[in-house]
């Protein structure tokens, strides 16, 4: 395990980075400058700063508006209220006229802690994969986080939704490890079993391997950054190799993660899947730790989830 | 053009208008016909332009805040040359460029951005102005609400952000005609006192007939004189102006008109 560090402070380190190399690079927040780690970029490059207030509604009308005339936007805030409060000026000028609009949406999850439900975004990534044209980014460190920056600036024409979290995360990928767009990472090989994980669920995920390997069981893993447009070739092998797979996000388990591997498996591939997540419900104050444990997102979790999905392997699919 | 000429343009338009509709069996005609004035203004005097070339880097952009008064600019985009004016009897069909509500993505030649969902058009605004002085561009961004549209909270959002960047290149009109669907704008949702509004948000504010050439031609050369804040143009107009059994009616904000009554309208629109 390596340093310490938030998806957050990946993103503001990107924006610094992309900021020197490309001029047309422009960046908007509403009041969370500091939270978001746009600030970084702000006061490196003041006049290509947009500091539109509290009001996450223009945030997007104004990011679209300067896309138009050739720049690209990244547009930042909470992600509870950039995919909620925003979502039709996303969905209806964003992503419908597919502008170069790049939204760093950080807090997202339950991890965001003390400031309770109003705050914890468990829903974006199911407000945001459904809507045509926009793409879906869930790094899961603070290195991929700031090659994601640079990869969804550069290679990706359009828009891009990227959530980041708040609290300081382990380093699982390494400078080196590459970040392909759509393409999930292989962290772990195995057979029996395959998690597919993203966000801060890849380290517990990571635990989880380790505890079953100690009982025997060979998990494949895969870090799923990509939710839109999905690596299905990556799911269908990992269907069709292991022949049971368990998803782990930090999001309800209804729509995101869990909801687009099974809109997949059922179609291609149908095998038994478990489901780590939200469950239907909302969260509230505490430490982002404890919040973890009381919502069921823990290696412990998904060791469980891996013997429920074996056992129904077993039971529903004799080999 | 002319005073004379573009009020003669203005008549075309408004006959477009209500042939487009009656061919498409439903649509807008009401705010499309209270801003037919200001609209044909920009795109035959105003607005830089080049309908041969609608990506002209150079151009003015017109943005479309109450899209659905977009009869109304696909006529102006047919009459200036943007594409050949048979394609108006498309509105609304299958596979049209002329949607609904303009959609960028059908690539209409003159379509800057998808509108339809009100209130947004101001941001949108404000960003393409705000990209213009970063880059030291001289172009200007006009971009045309509803009033019934003001009650959208995100428009004021935007005339906070518009004079607190001091965007100078920005001039906005308010198609002031005092209905929106579910009535009088008094009744319904007041709006007044608008010219203090405006002003007290930090606004050039210019109140103006929206029906007389003369007195939009001026507002926006007073527009482009401005040197500190956006401008914002509240035109005082009648829905459904032109056609008389239109004039002042909510009930045909969102309402084709029949055979017998495009008829009707078209013998008064001489």
Known sequence: MGKMRSTREGYGEGLLLLGEKNNNLVVLDADTSCSTKTDIFARKFPHRFFNVGVAEQNLMGIAAGLSLTGKIAFASGYSIFVSGKAWDQIRNIICYCKLNVKIGATHAGITVGADGATHQALEDIALMRVIPNMNVVVPCDAVEARKAVFTIAEEIQGPVYLRLGRGAVPSITQESTPFIFGKALTLNEGKDVTIIACGIMVWESLKAVEELKEEGISVKLLNFHTIKPPDEEAIIQAAKQTRALVTAEEHQIIGGLGGMVSEIIAREMPVPLEMVGVKNSFGESGEASELMEKFGLTAKEIVKAVKRVLKKKKTILPL | ?270
């Open chain 2, 1 to 270: 053009m002319e005073n004379k000429e573009l009020e003669k343009k203005a008549t075309q338009i408004r006959r477009d208008i209500v042939l487009m509709l009656q061919e498409s069996k439903s649509g807008h005609p009401g705010g499309s016909l209270s801003s037919t004035e200001i609209m044909v203004a920009l795109y035959f005097s105003v607005l830089k332009h080049d309908p041969q070339k609608p990506n002209w880097i150079e151009r003015d952009r017109f943005i479309l805040s109450k899209g659905h008064s977009c009869p109304v600019q696909y006529a102006c985009l047919a009459r200036a040359g943007y594409f050949n004016r048979e394609e108006l009897f498309t509105l609304r069909k299958l596979n049209s460029r002329l949607q609904g509500h303009p959609g960028k993505d059908k690539k209409l030649p003159g379509i800057e951005v998808s509108s339809g969902s009100l209130g947004q058009g101001l941001s949108i605004s404000v960003g393409n102005a705000l990209g213009f002085k970063l880059d030291n561009k001289l172009q200007r961004v006009y971009c045309l609400m509803g009033d019934g549209e003001l009650d959208e909270g995100q428009i004021w959002e935007a005339a906070m952000a518009g004079a607190h960047y001091r965007l100078n290149n920005l001039c906005a009109v308010v198609d002031n005609n005092g209905l929106q669907i579910d009535g009088c704008l008094k009744e319904v949702m007041n709006i007044e006192p608008l010219r203090e509004k405006w002003n007290s948000f930090g606004w050039n504010t210019i109140e103006i007939d929206g029906h007389k050439m003369q007195e939009i031609l001026n507002a926006f050369k007073a527009a482009q004189e401005e040197k500190n804040k956006p401008t914002v143009i509240i035109a005082h107009t009648i829905k459904g102006k032109g056609i008389s059994f239109m004039e002042n009616v909510a009930g045909w904000h969102g309402k084709a008109p029949s055979k017998e009554e495009t008829d009707r309208a078209l013998k008064e629109l001489v």
